[in-house]
């Protein structure tokens, strides 16, 4: 078990350019989170997976973002023509659901991609 | 959005003391979590309290979840300076556990 992975760990990029971030998941688990940390914030959810599809997305996830889990493993995200204000760490998750009654969600982060948009 | 905030926001103690956190949250939850970020850093998870369970013990930490007040505590006891970091406790709401909301955090420094 090598833990969540995410790529790049930070990113540096004009505003109006797009950018793209991958997340690996723990390779068991069936649940995929992305979610955004702004300086002295705690992350907020921005969408996640069961398997390849998109279950949830937050109305922080302007047309600009879009999130894709093509095969259940490895997760991107993408975001076009970036803002200023896009600038935030980005984390990724993921979970093991059984959907079994009482199942409870430990989410396990990877290191986070940091986004800085000039 | 935050689902709440912790307090304190900062807290400075000495090696060896106890730190307390306090959380509060304003939905009904399936589950509360609490996790360490050191600085720049992610998420580590520490603890896990499910909605039926009042106190919950994992090493040097304790944590307490009283559902009728909607608050939860992280005490730690011990502590050491690698203690140093963010703490933030996170809930997943009823139904199917899904997305966390995360508090503001407090950030905890140990010194020696």
């Known amino acids: 078990d090598t833990g969540v992975s995410q790529d790049p760990r930070h990113k540096i990029t004009k505003r109006g350019q797009n950018v793209t971030f991958r997340c690996d998941p723990i390779s068991e688990h069936n649940r995929l989170y992305w979610y955004r940390q702004t300086l002295g914030q705690g992350p907020e959810f921005l969408t996640y997976f069961q398997n390849e599809a998109q279950l949830e997305k937050s109305r922080l996830l302007s047309d600009r973002f879009s999130a894709e889990r093509p095969k259940g493993s490895f997760s991107t995200l993408e975001i076009q023509r970036t803002e200023q204000g896009d600038s935030a760490m980005y984390l990724c998750?993921?979970?093991?659901?059984?959907?079994?009654?009482?199942?409870?969600?430990?989410?396990?982060f990877g290191p986070g991609t940091r986004l800085t948009v000039l | 959005s935050q689902q709440g905030e912790e307090d304190p926001q900062a807290l400075s103690i000495q090696e060896g003391e106890n730190a307390t956190m306090n959380c509060s949250y304003k939905t009904s939850i399936n589950n509360l979590q609490w996790y360490r970020q050191n600085s720049g850093r992610g998420l580590v998870h520490l603890i896990l309290?499910?909605?039926?369970?009042r106190e919950k013990h994992s090493g040097r930490l304790r944590v307490t979840l009283d559902t009728s007040k909607k608050s939860s505590s992280l005490l730690i006891t011990a502590s050491r300076a690698a203690d140093t970091a963010s703490y933030f406790c996170a809930t997943a709401d009823t139904g199917t556990a899904s997305k966390l909301t995360f508090g503001t955090g407090t950030r905890l420094q140990v010194t020696l």
């Open positions: 309290i499910r909605s039926n369970e």
């Open positions: 998750a993921s979970s093991r659901y059984s959907g079994l009654a009482g199942t409870y969600n430990e989410q396990f």
